[in-house]
Every structure is written in structure tokens, then in C-alpha cells.
């Protein structure tokens, strides 16, 4: 990594909205530990683009909901240096009505927001508390916020995150670390692949899906100066689709 560089964490960010955040906090002059958990290519192509702006990208990979494995890959690095700021937007759909939701179904998509932001969080905080100074944001959902049928499982795990950004938000702040959240509405990226135009723009004032660089211009904001004031809170960036 840069000597001169901030750390900025991002995990899943080999795509979608993880993969436009790595690259616009590398537009604003952040080296980029990239996590994601399998795909490699990607993961390599976002790299690329990141070292084209200038910056280091180190890829970290890991699968979020393992403890040992975010152990094993954060441990290490985090002897030599620690992130300034983490973004956690790693995420999993398992989308059915709870009539037929399985256990499994359920504790997948729970244990990849909720334990990977407890595993990854724990390891790098107390860096930050060290340092008095530091930027969590969270990436989560309207879902969360309004819920959603046939997402009783993504809703309540984004919900639970909204929850634990506002406590560790309380937690930390006197040590000028500072947690917000994101809460992206309908996106074009591969989660919304399948959604029906006609039936969503109806529930969007702007009548359009938003572009993945608009909510990675958010997390940018939030990372910065101008944000530093700002803690506990939930930014849409959703259309309109919830006021």
C-alpha cells in the first residue's frame, strides 16, 4: 500500500454497487483492500481499474460469514497497517415468501450481513479507536426500512444492520470514529436482473432504477471531510421510493 494513502476496506466489491465504491474511493485517492469471496476475474478487472487511477488494490479474499477465514485474511494484514475507513456491502438474497422459506434460506442471507459485519467490524475497530479516527459505513437496503414480500429474511437482516450502524454509531463516537449507513432502493445491478420495469418505476417519483455510481458518490461523501459531522444516520438513494 501507499505510505502517503488512506485504506479503504470494501468487501464484495468484485461487482455492483461493492465494485463502484472500490473505484470511486480510489478516485479519491484511497489504496483499496478488495475483498470479495470467489470470483477472481472480476475481482482482478476492478483491480485494474483501480491501479489505472493511480492507487494500490490489494486483493483480500475471503467469504464475509466465515470467522475463520476473515481472521485468517484481516489478521495478518492488519499487524502491518489497518484500514481508515470500512465499507461493508458484501450481501446474499435468498428471496421466497415465508411459507416456504427454508432454515437454511434464513440463516445464509443473516449470517452474511449481520455476522460479516460483526466479523469484520470487530477486527478492524479497535485500530480505528487506537487512531481517533475512522469511517464504517454499511450498505443495506429500503428493504430494511419499509420491508419487502417475499424478502422476510434480506428485510430483517438489513433492518438488523440499520440497527447495529445506530448503536456502534453511539458506541464510538467520542473516539471521532463514525458509522453511517447507505440504503440503496431499486439499482441496475445483477440483483435486479429480473425485476419487471413496469411494476417498480410506479413506486419510484424519479421513474428510473438508479445507477450503482450514485450510491458509491453517497459512501465517497461519507468518507470525507465534509461528512465529519455526521454519524447514525441512514442516507437513501432510492428515488424517492422511501421519504
Known amino acids: ?139 443495506v437496503s429500503t428493504s430494511g426500512e419499509t420491508g419487502m414480500p417475499g424478502q422476510v429474511n434480506y428485510s430483517a437482516a438489513k433492518a438488523g444492520l440499520i440497527g447495529a450502524t445506530k448503536a456502534l454509531a453511539r458506541e464510538v463516537a467520542r473516539r471521532n470514529v463514525l458509522v453511517n449507513a447507505v440504503s440503496p432502493g431499486f439499482i441496475e445491478t445483477a440483483m435486479t436482473a429480473d425485476v419487471d420495469p413496469k411494476k417498480v418505476l410506479p413506486m419510484i417519483p424519479i421513474n428510473r432504477l438508479g445507477k450503482v455510481e450514485e450510491v458509491a458518490g453517497v459512501v465517497r461523501f461519507l468518507c470525507s471531510d465534509a461528512a465529519s459531522y455526521i454519524t447514525g444516520q441512514v442516507i437513501g438513494v432510492n428515488g424517492g421510493s422511501y421519504m
Open 1 to 139: 500500500m501507499s505510505k502517503e494513502a488512506q485504506i479503504a476496506l470494501v468487501t464484495g466489491a468484485s461487482k455492483g454497487i461493492g465494485a463502484a465504491i472500490a473505484i470511486e474511493l480510489a478516485a479519491a485517492g484511497y489504496d483499496i483492500w478488495l475483498n470479495y469471496r470467489s470470483d477472481h476475474d472480476a475481482a482482478q478487472a476492478v483491480a485494474a481499474r483501480i491501479e489505472e487511477l493511480g492507487q494500490q488494490s490489494l486483493l483480500v479474499p475471503f467469504d464475509v460469514a466465515d470467522e475463520q477465514a476473515v481472521a485468517k485474511a484481516l489478521e495478518p494484514l492488519l499487524a502491518e497497517a489497518a484500514p481508515d475507513v470500512v465499507i461493508n456491502n458484501a450481501g446474499f438474497a435468498k428471496d421466497t415468501l415465508l411459507f416456504w422459506m427454508t432454515a437454511d434460506d434464513w440463516h445464509q442471507v443473516m449470517q452474511v450481513h449481520l455476522d460479516g459485519f460483526f466479523y469484520v467490524v470487530r477486527l478492524v475497530l479497535p485500530h480505528m479507536l487506537g487512531k481517533r479516527q475512522g469511517r464504517i459505513i454499511n450498505i
